[in-house]
């Protein structure tokens, strides 16, 4: 299969992230590339995924049209010839979106609603989950008592996300966005877990990023529910004190945490086969999720 690592295309470059790339259209747009480049631990690897820029930008339009009904987003529909050049439509096909520019918010929205990750780790040393204190003698991957909003600050490219309490999204965002993006957060999330979970899949946590559009009102934007913000795993296997099956880049984590790798760049080389069983995992959530 074909990959895509880097882009060039004749509109001006307004940023190279860990894996989008984004292009100036106007004053009011711009365009979204989603390449197969990988990002694990906030580090970049030189191996691609084959087509998973592909698979993320299916996922993510299918959620931002099934949840417009909740909150709108940055999608403008718009076909891309009306930017890009026939060649370079070839280019970025099935991967590109154009999209409405937004003042992003300076706050990630994390929510959990199983305990796993950094919240586990959290867990075991603290009793609570980013200050959010828990009962005792939960398990690992077990159900939460009720879903979390654990916000972050947004990090620079290269840099650690830093969690906030809710306090701290009100003196950056003002009280009125930050209880909109808490409250939209979690609405999002059980609309979304309850559809994944008859399909087999259980969102167990993912990530939110919105923006202000010029009348100030609140959209959501970036991506959304893909296997790159959100942990997915099997219902089918799923079983309380074990590590699930993961849909995601989970499998790249896993076999990263096996290594004397400080997460740090540069980053190690992955063997054929986690490059190849990821692959296959993107493409698994992709056809359970969205060609039912």
Known sequence: MQTLFET????????????????????????????????????????????????????????????????????????LSNVLSPEEVKQVEGRAVIVKKLKPLAVEAIVRGYLIGSGWKDYQQTGAVCGITL????????????????????????????????????????????NQVKKVSLKIYQFAADYA????????????????????????MDEVLTPDSSRFWSKEDYQVGISPKSFDKQIVRDYLETLDWDKTPPAPTLPEHIIQKTADKYLEVQSRLTQI
């Open 135 to 178: 009962p005792n003698n939960l398990d690992l991957a077990a159900k939460l008592p009720s879903t979390l909003y654990t916000p972050s600050t947004k990090a620079a490219l290269g840099e650690h996300d830093m969690n906030v309490d809710f306090e701290k999204t009100i003196e950056i965002l003002g009280e009125n966005i930050a």
């Open 8 to 79: 060039e295309l004749s509109l001006p470059l307004i940023q190279k992230g860990k894996v989008r790339d984004l292009y100036d259209i106007d004053d009011k747009r711009m365009l979204i590339i989603t390449t197969d480049r990988l990002s694990a631990f906030d580090v970049v690897f030189d191996e691609p995924i084959a087509q998973k820029g592909v698979v993320l930008t299916s996922v993510a339009n299918f959620w931002f049209n099934k949840t417009q009904h909740i909150i709108p987003n940055h999608l403008t529909l718009e076909p």
């Open 197 to 220: 979970l008859e399909r087999g899949i259980i969102i167990a946590d993912t990530k939110f990023e919105f923006g202000l559009d010029e009348n100030n009102q609140l959209t959501l």
